[in-house]
């Protein structure tokens, strides 16, 4: 089973007719890691699925960038605010790895709406984005840096180990040697 569509059926089950309008709209990317998807400034014309590699969205202030978040496999994924409103980006989206990725146009994004299983399962995607960019700005808002990668490292500890320090620690909001400080005071706290 192809997975975009392996997805969609955690979401909603997907007729065979359907998943072939669906594929019909698909174009398959092979991207070397540290590629540039999306540019601040320029509007995403695509949605995304990324079917193997990882990304991280970043924004630019005061010429440095800072890491909003990561995207892991298997998800959909794009710059919400410009693909849906078709403006300039606010954000950055770029490869951490070589990623596969498969991209689909605004326009046979939008007109597949028409089909009852991809209007269900984007409308329960946002509702999933939605919960969770409220779940991290509420860490960022209500706990330290250090609680927050305690998190991560519970939730997700192999993401961890493939994402570079200085992009984590700019996720975290603080210096890398900040964090080098928080990981030795977390390694030496669990041989103690």
Known sequence: MHPLRQFISQFTPVAEQDWQAISNCLLRRELKKETLLLEEGKTCKHLYFLEKGLLRFFVWKDGIDITKYFTDVPYVFTSQKSFNQQ??????????????????????????????????FIRLLIQEVQTYTEEILEALQTQTAEQRYKMLLQQDADLLQRVPLKHLASYLGIAPQSLSRIRKKIQHQLRT
Not at 94 to 105: A, H, K, R, V, Y
Not at 108 to 118: F, I, R, V, Y
Request: glycine share 0%; proline share 6%.
């Open 87 to 120: 403006v300039p980006a606010q954000e950055s989206i770029e490869t951490l790895e070589d990623s596969i990725i498969w991209q689909m146009s605004y326009e046979h994004a939008q007109h597949l709406l028409e089909l009852k299983p991809w209007s269900t």
